[in-house]
């Protein structure tokens, strides 16, 4: 399938494709990949590559083919697990190479070549298991050709095709020459899952060898013959242009080669890095600032509260809420607000490019393969397919690497450098030109009956839409569905509900960032779900568990966590819990965390937190635990510390100093629970951010009696 | 004019700016990328490395400074991976993106050079200045212990099983029964 992403709403797709994955791409040839620094030959004369993601040598290698990005998510290992369940090779001589941009990458949840939206085992899932069973296929039928037998009397183990019958043996390297030959089958029958013997098992991983020595190759890392290295000076005010400038001191720094304007600001080009921060700090820019150099935290906030009190687009509508409120026996209200936010992935921008009369080599950190190469075409007016990109390991992603920013920086330098470039953001570059998770504000109503139960519940939106800039096409009637998920998906049973959207413009680019709109919307829904809950003088666990009865995989991860952090006994002097849970991105999680409140100071420290989730049929436990437990880190950030303010069109956060991140220091102990499930699977990157916070500002309910209504928690909403 | 130094054992001498800080002349001059740039301000701890045995951040560390000093990067810690810190790190599966793992490392093999067995606090209190976005930190202070174990003189009995592998920690993925084999989730498929 390749339908044009910005023509599909997003969750349509979604929808779409998880109910019939793309059948098997089978490539002719696959062209080798060769990167920067570990340059690997052609294919051997031989060689079996039926398909886009195996490559087997007569010398008996395996090497399999990632499509996706690797951020930490575990998508080196658990692609290969996917691929190799099937193919039966020997796991422990697989290798595994990135893929270059080819339209047989296109991951077939987006329709173009990229990594997020926690799609990558769900959109590869089937495929990758049919290319493994394909290639496993032909080389049986190559045994049982060389050994004049049936099929059906040779299966494939260990990277070896066996008859048992006469227990001869061939290994997959040696038939590799006559596979090649064969004609690719199609409908191989796949196994049954009881049967897999790697795929949901916790497999180490296979990046871990070259994350502990220096030797993973990030996209900063790249080192190419003759290449320079450059910065740029970008206007501090969103949407400043330059004015003018003077490079007579920064050309006079050490180092330095040259300075040139391109879309972005003034480039710095010198021959290392820091030569090139040295001659920026020596540029004399005048800056037009623009029409937003007046924005400001505060009227944003005001502008998105005056937003949320008009009616906007409805996002959901159950019963008639309007009626179920005036019939109600209690009203409640409440508002809340989040800050905007920024990735601060560990590894600043990069991108290293090289432009050439008749192509462009790029290689990138970069989320989405299609869009680099489709950038770098654009800038320099080459076909795409003249575009090489390269992908290295990603120094964290979180949404950011979507963005394509840095990748133009590079190829615009290196086109009026005629050299190789590699441009480096720093942190205060990063962190003041992000693409931020949109600040926004969320009003609620609630009616209970006279026994305390929830019968309405009203919901008003206010934020940037996110999908306005990046796939236009899935906005509709001003409803830009990622920016209410989470609370327009609201799953408890109560008869009347109605949340409306209003689509803002704030000014402030906004992105996609761990979770997108369930970030905060699990922050709104589940703490206001909570207030519910002590307004009808109910357990916040039992009015969960009630109000779910009907959503089973909802009440499964609320009884598991609830269980295994106690709910309900006893805890140590001064701790308290609160629960939330969300489902997202196909998956099912519960939080409770245990908190204690210093009010004197206040401070709030998070002790522990017990994490259920449900994703369906796993491949890789320990990844699924280990995307856990780092999802509710930085979710934890955003709830304790997180904030980008705005003053005179800045950003006034630059690093690590006043945009603190967790640290060892505050970590709590996290428990991971995984419900075991036969169904589709589902995305585990980012459903574990969501929960989070809502859990936290319960549990801190339940210690001081005061509700956390903004983020980040303040000491004064503590005291 | 040159400024020397040892540099993972062995006589290094580069000719830039003296202002310029370790960690660039190591990433761009000497291309040894281990070490990484995180924050520019000793903020984040990617940058961590070993001078005369003490851990560092390299990038507000003029290379001026390290004149006649001995300075340890990650690429420096072992050539075969075989650092017990190194080995805790493969064991526990602890890198997700890997970026500040290199500082994380120094940091760790700095903490237990001077503590062989550091309590909870003690790692907090040493590895409090090294980042992870990803999350990593529960692995991290598990991997710590792990590797203070395996750092540990050896018993009673030293190298009457030279084969035998240390036995796998717990992750603190406690499946839920039935999910999968717990044994399983400690061997592990890919060694």
């Not at chain 1, 495929?127 to 496993?136: I, Q, S, V």
């Not at chain 1, 032909?138 to 990277?159: H, P, T």
């Not at chain 1, 290295?392 to 190789?420: M, W």
């Not at chain 2, 805790?88 to 500040?100: H, K, M, R, S, T």
């Amino acid at each position: 399938m390749t339908p044009t992403t910005t023509t599909l709403n997003r969750r349509t797709f979604l929808k779409t494709a998880s109910a019939g994955a793309a059948g098997l791409v089978i490539a002719v040839y696959l062209p080798d990949i060769s990167e920067a620094r570990v340059a690997t030959g052609p294919t051997p004369s031989g060689a079996f590559a039926p398909n886009a993601w195996i490559r087997i040598g007569t010398d008996d290698s395996v090497t399999l083919i990632i499509d996706k990005s690797e951020m930490g998510q575990g998508v080196v290992t658990s692609m290969a697990m996917l691929i190799a369940e099937e193919l039966e090779c020997d796991w422990k001589r697989v290798r595994t190479e990135f893929a270059p941009a080819a339209k047989e990458y296109a991951n077939p949840l987006f329709g173009l070549q990229g990594t997020g939206g926690s799609t990558s085992v769900r959109a590869m899932y089937a495929p990758l298991l049919k290319a493994g069973a394909t290639a496993r296929a032909m080389l049986i039928e190559a045994a049982a050709q060389k050994w004049d037998v049936d099929k059906s009397a040779c299966r494939a183990e260990n990277g070896t095709v066996i008859n048992d019958a006469t227990k001869a043996r061939l290994s997959f390297g040696s038939l590799a020459d006559a596979a090649a030959k064969l004609p690719v089958p199609k409908d191989v029958p796949l196994k049954d899952p009881k049967q897999f013997h790697l795929v949901g098992r916790a497999t180490k991983r296979l990046d871990i060898p070259d994350k502990v020595n220096g030797r993973a190759q990030f996209g900063i890392d790249v080192r190419v013959p003759g290449m320079l290295h450059a910065v740029v000076a970008r206007c501090p005010v969103f949407g400043g242009k330059v004015a003018s400038f003077d490079a007579t001191k920064a050309k006079a720094v050490r180092g330095v080669k040259s300075v040139v304007q391109i879309s972005s600001g003034i480039g710095v080009i010198a021959d290392n890095t820091w030569s090139a921060m040295e001659g920026r700090r020596a540029l004399d820019i005048k800056w037009d600032e623009g029409a937003r150099a007046g924005l400001n935290s505060a009227n944003i906030s005001k502008y998105l509260a005056e937003r949320a009190a008009q009616t906007g687009a409805v996002a959901r509508k159950e019963g008639d809420a309007a009626a179920g409120l005036a019939g109600a026996a209690k009203k409640i209200e409440a508002v809340y607000e989040t800050p905007f936010l920024a990735h601060a992935t560990m590894e600043p921008m990069n991108c290293t490019a090289h432009v050439r009369a008749d192509g462009c080599d790029v290689w990138a950190p970069t989320q989405f393969q299609t869009f680099s190469q489709n950038t770098a075409a654009r800038i320099t007016g080459l076909k795409p397919e003249q575009v090489n990109v390269y992908t290295t390991f990603l120094g964290g992603g979180f949404g950011r690497r979507a963005e394509q920013d840095f990748i133009s920086d590079a190829v615009e330098l290196s086109k009026a450098a005629g050299a190789p470039v590699q441009v480096t953001w720093s942190r205060e570059d990063d962190m003041q030109h992000d693409f931020y998770r949109p600040a926004s504000y969320s009003q609620f109503t609630a009616g209970l009956d006279a026994e305390g139960w929830p019968v309405a519940w009203t919901n008003s939106i206010a934020c940037d839409s996110i999908m306005s800039r990046f796939f236009p096409g899935s906005v509709k009637n001003g409803l830009d569905e990622s920016s209410v998920e989470g609370c327009a998906d609201l799953a408890y049973a109560i008869p009347n509900i109605l949340v409306n959207y209003q689509l803002s413009e704030t000014g402030v680019p906004v992105g996609f960032w761990r979770s997108v709109g369930h970030s905060q919307n699990a922050f709104f829904s589940e703490c206001f779900l909570d207030e519910v809950a002590a307004a009808g003088g109910k357990d916040p666990y039992e009015l969960r568990r009630r109000l779910l009865a009907k959503s089973p995989r909802h009440l499964g991860v609320v009884e598991l966590a609830g269980t295994k952090a106690g709910w309900g006994k006893p805890l140590p002097a001064g701790r308290f819990r609160g629960i939330a849970v969300l489902n997202s991105f196909g998956s099912y999680v519960a939080q409770v965390a245990e908190v204690s409140v210093n009010r004197k100071e206040g401070s709030v420290r998070v002790h522990r937190v017990v994490c259920a989730v449900d994703c369906g049929r796993t491949v890789n436990p320990d990844t699924i635990a280990a995307q856990m437990e780092g999802a509710i880190v930085f979710g934890l950030t955003a709830a304790l510390s997180g904030a980008i303010t705005i003053n005179h069109g800045r950003v006034e956060q630059g690093n690590f100093d006043d945009y603190p991140v967790l640290r060892m220091n505050e970590m709590p102990t996290v428990e991971v629970h995984i419900v075991p499930s036969e169904n589709a699977p589902g995305g585990v990157g980012e459903p574990g951010t969501p929960p989070i916070a809502p859990a936290v500002c319960n549990a801190i309910f339940a210690a001081t009696g005061k509700r956390i209504r903004r983020l980040p928690i303040r000491p004064e909403d503590l005291a | 004019m040159a400024i020397s130094f040892v540099l993972n054992g062995k006589p290094q001498s580069v000719d830039v700016d003296p202002e310029m800080p370790l960690l660039w002349v190591l990433r761009d001059t000497l291309t040894l990328t281990g070490t990484k740039f995180g924050c520019g301000m000793a903020l984040c701890g990617a940058c961590t490395v070993h001078i005369d045995g003490e851990p560092t951040r390299s990038c507000i560390t003029a290379v001026s400074s390290v004149a006649g000093k001995k300075v340890t990067t990650i690429e420096g810690l072992s050539a075969d991976r075989s650092h017990p810190v190194q080995q805790a790190w493969i064991e526990l599966d602890v890198p997700q993106c890997g970026y500040c793992q290199s500082g994380q490392i120094m940091s760790a093999c700095a903490l237990l050079a001077k503590n062989r067995k550091p309590s909870d606090a003690q790692i907090d209190d040493a590895m409090a200045g090294n980042i992870c976005r990803c999350g990593t930190y529960q692995r991290i202070r598990q991997a710590i212990h792990r590797a203070a174990e395996l750092h540990a003189p050896p018993p009673h009995k030293p190298a009457s099983q030279p084969n035998a592998r240390p036995a796998a920690p717990v992750t603190t993925a406690e499946l839920a029964p039935g999910t999968a084999n717990p044994a399983e989730l400690v061997a592990g498929g890919a060694e």
